[in-house]
C-alpha cells in the first residue's frame, strides 16, 4: 500500500519568516496531494491540495509543490504567524482501493515563535 | 451549511466492553470515513462507506465494524475493547467516492478512552 514520510517531525521558525514541509510517497498511482492543520484539540482541516497534472499551486501565503516523477510534494507557508502554529499533515490518495482512502504522513509540529 | 457531526465527544470504557460512535455527514455528502488517531501511529485509516456499501477497509481486526444508514449517518462498533484502542476516533464525509479528488471534511472527533 501507499507510505508518506513526512519532515521535519517538528520546526520552529520566527514570526515573518518561511516554514516548508516536506512529503515523499511511494505509490506512483497517487493522484491527489491534499494538507491538514489541526490544531490542539481540535479536528483536521483542509488548508489547500493539489492534483497530480499540477506542479504547484499557490493560496495566498501557502504553496504546495509536487514533483511527480521524484515522488516529492512541499507545503511552504510565508511570513508565518502564530496563529499558523499547528501541526501539518501531508496527505496521498492513490488510484489502487479507490475512494476517499487516504494515507497520512505523520505531521509536524510547526511553532511559530514571537 | 453544517459540518460533519459526531457524537458523543467523550467517553470512557472498561476492556471487554463494546462502544457505538455515531457520525452525520455534511448534508449532500454520501460518502463516510472513519480514521484512528493515537500519538503513536498516527492518523490511520479504518473503513469508508458509501451507499450504504463499505467500499475501502483499512488494516484493522474485525472487532472494529461499521455500517451506513440510508440518510448517509454512519456508525463504527468496537467489540471486546483493548487499552490499546484508546484514540480520537474522527469521520470524514465527502460528496463522493467516485471522485477521487473530492476533498474530505472531519468531525471533532469522538475521544475514547479504555481503561
Known amino acids: 500500500g501507499e507510505n508518506v514520510e513526512q519532515h521535519p517531525s517538528t520546526l520552529s521558525v520566527q514570526e515573518g519568516d518561511s516554514a516548508v514541509i516536506k512529503c515523499t510517497y511511494s505509490d506512483s498511482a497517487s493522484n491527489y496531494f491534499p494538507w491538514y492543520k489541526q490544531e490542539l484539540g481540535k479536528r483536521p482541516q483542509l488548508i489547500i491540495d493539489i492534483r497530480s497534472n499540477v506542479g504547484e499551486k499557490k493560496d495566498q501565503r501557502i504553496a504546495v509543490t509536487l514533483n511527480k516523477t521524484a515522488k516529492h510534494f512541499s507545503l511552504h507557508i510565508t511570513e508565518t504567524q502564530p496563529e499558523d502554529s499547528a501541526v501539518y499533515f501531508c496527505?496521498?490518495?492513490?488510484?489502487?482501493?479507490?475512494?476517499?482512502?487516504?494515507?497520512f504522513g505523520t505531521g509536524t509540529q510547526l511553532k511559530v515563535e514571537l | 451549511k453544517a459540518g460533519v457531526t459526531q457524537t458523543p465527544r467523550y467517553l470512557i470504557k472498561t476492556r471487554g466492553q463494546q462502544v457505538t460512535l455515531s457520525c452525520s455527514p455534511i448534508?449532500?455528502?454520501?460518502?463516510v470515513s472513519w480514521y484512528q488517531q493515537t500519538p503513536g501511529q498516527g492518523l490511520q485509516f479504518l473503513f469508508e462507506?458509501?451507499?450504504?456499501?463499505?467500499?475501502n477497509k483499512g488494516n484493522f481486526p474485525g472487532r472494529f465494524s461499521g455500517r451506513q444508514f440510508s440518510n448517509s449517518r454512519s456508525e463504527m462498533n468496537v467489540s471486546t475493547l483493548e487499552l490499546g484502542d484508546s484514540a480520537l476516533y474522527l469521520c470524514a464525509s465527502s460528496p463522493a467516492v467516485r471522485d477521487h479528488n473530492s476533498p474530505l471534511h472531519f468531525g471533532n472527533g469522538t475521544r475514547l478512552t479504555v481503561t
Open positions: 448534508s449532500g455528502h454520501r460518502s
Open positions: 496527505v496521498a490518495r492513490g488510484l489502487t482501493g479507490g475512494g476517499n482512502k487516504l494515507t
Open positions: 462507506y458509501f451507499s450504504e456499501t463499505q467500499r
